[in-house]
């Protein structure tokens, strides 16, 4: 092997160097091989893991949920729209079908719209990633961890002798043995900071920030949310631990404005919620409480069918005209789980007894009932990362950073994450194609 100098702590130059091998560094080396095409190129992929793609492996409860049938920009949130519709169009959610199936893993949509391997292993899609990176003649270096990224020299730099096998290369990549990795192009998909086990712990976003990117502050997304156990129907939650139903998830301000809501699936756990709804909006509150922390912010739950406690009471009208002997409890029968309802109904008896008053105090519980949430699970139970390099500082045509020529950025490091269902993997796999095609032609 060529060295990069007489010193034993470089190694031989390549013209691409890629930071991270997880699902968009294992996309960018295979498109990169790919628009080699024969070309004596020599890419390198780096990861700081001994066995990368652990993210691939614990997604979708090892299953490997790869994208979803339908990808809109509306699915993600951070960046401009516009620009996250500019990289979904350039390789979307067909796209990724049909590669897939070119890497040998056929796919199957659940109702729920999700694609998941037939196989229903992770590892099969882990295995094919691997595979075609091992045809395409990709070095790895896995169990290699960065520790600092240097920019290109000045072509007028005087260089030493001992650096002078650096000269014609642009950037210098340095691992935590000592080496140094050289490279004409760069390639950076460390991930965020979600799931750190996984290996991506955010140095990568450091490393980022040190080169003058703008970092957006991060937080957890598609995270469980944490409740604080109380009297209230919404704090009993552990009363309700393994329940599972549809709901309707509000966030609102003190004033009582509705900044975000969503309909979705709610498991209540021995800790709080989780499931779709609560980790969709597990986001939308971190961030309003990070952007507004002097506001209080409220999570509030309901039964879909009702838009706004006014239908609520609506209906608690016409069911008590009907049946005004008939318990509360049974009623909400209709609406929630029994465990549920009785909750709900507590301090209620029959539709008749109900004044006013307390019938527009169960239609808010129906609609608007406050959930004591007083926390996330933190990084280690996150699926992704809201924040990161904004995605204003790079062209979305080839992922090129605008402040640092020939450095691209790819995955979860950029300001976008997506709803749960697949998307953060098809965001993975449209932006590691832009980068790693437009790393090698150019």
Same mark, same amino acid.
């Given at each position: ?49 001994? &066995? ?36 979904? %169009? ?67 730099? %005087? ?32 991930? +965020?900071?979600?799931?750190? &086990? ?39 939650? /552990? ?32 800790? +709080? ?73 507590? +301090? ?12 527009? /105090? !169960? ?19 996150? /699926? ?6 904004? !995605? ?7 992922? /090129? ?42």
């Amino acid at each position: 092997m060529t060295t990069l100098s007489s010193s034993p702590s470089s190694t031989s130059p390549a013209d691409l160097v890629i930071i991270g091998a997880g699902a968009a560094g294992m996309a960018a080396a295979i498109f990169a091989g790919e628009a080699a095409a024969g070309r004596p190129v020599r890419i390198i992929l780096i990861d700081g893991a001994a &066995k990368p793609g652990a993210k691939i492996l614990l997604s979708g409860g090892g299953r490997c949920n790869v994208t979803h049938d339908r990808v809109t920009p509306d699915d993600y949130f951070g960046g401009p729209r516009p620009l996250i519709r500019n990289v979904l %169009a350039a390789f979307n959610e067909r796209a990724t079908v049909d590669w897939m199936r070119r890497l040998g893993v056929e796919l199957t949509v659940e109702p729920t719209g999700k694609l998941f391997p037939v196989t229903d292993n992770a590892k099969t899609v882990l295995d094919a990633l691997q595979r075609r990176i091992a045809e395409l003649g990709i070095t790895t270096r896995y169990g290699s961890r960065v520790t600092k990224i240097e920019c290109p020299q000045p072509k007028h730099s %005087a260089l030493s002798t001992q650096d002078s096998a650096l000269s014609t290369q642009d950037f210098v990549v340095h691992l935590l043995s000592g080496e140094r990795l050289a490279a004409r192009r760069l390639i950076v998909a460390c991930g +965020g900071r979600s799931l750190p &086990k996984s290996g991506s712990d955010g140095v990568g976003l450091e490393l980022l920030r040190e080169l003058g990117h703008t970092i957006v502050p991060t937080t957890p997304a598609l995270v469980p949310l944490v409740l604080k156990p109380n009297r209230q129907p919404g704090g009993r939650f /552990e009363e309700l631990t393994g329940l599972t139903l549809d709901v309707r998830l509000g966030l609102y301000d003190s004033a009582g404005r509705r900044k975000f809501e969503l309909v979705g699936s709610m498991l209540f756990t021995h800790f +709080g919620v989780s499931g779709p709804a609560p980790m969709n909006l597990s986001r939308h509150w971190l961030r309003a409480r990070l952007e507004s922390p002097a506001e209080t912010w409220t999570v509030c739950m309901g039964h879909p069918r009702f838009n706004n406690p006014e239908e609520a009471d609506a209906w608690l009208r016409a069911a008590a005209a009907r049946s005004p002997r008939r318990p509360v409890a049974h009623l909400f029968t209709e609406l929630f789980p029994e465990r549920l309802a009785r909750i709900l109904a507590t +301090g209620t008896d029959r539709l008749i007894d109900m004044d006013r008053g307390e019938r527009l /105090e !169960l239609a808010r519980a129906l609609t608007r009932l406050p959930l004591p949430v007083e926390s996330d699970r933190g990084w280690a139970y996150a /699926e992704t990362t809201a924040g990161g390099v904004s !995605l204003r500082e790079i062209d979305v045509r080839t992922m /090129e950073s605008r402040l640092v020529p020939g450095l691209h950025i790819c995955g979860e490091m950029l300001d976008v994450d997506g709803i749960i269902g697949g998307y953060s993997f098809q965001w993975a796999w449209s932006t590691g194609h832009l980068a790693g095609r437009a790393a090698v032609k150019a």
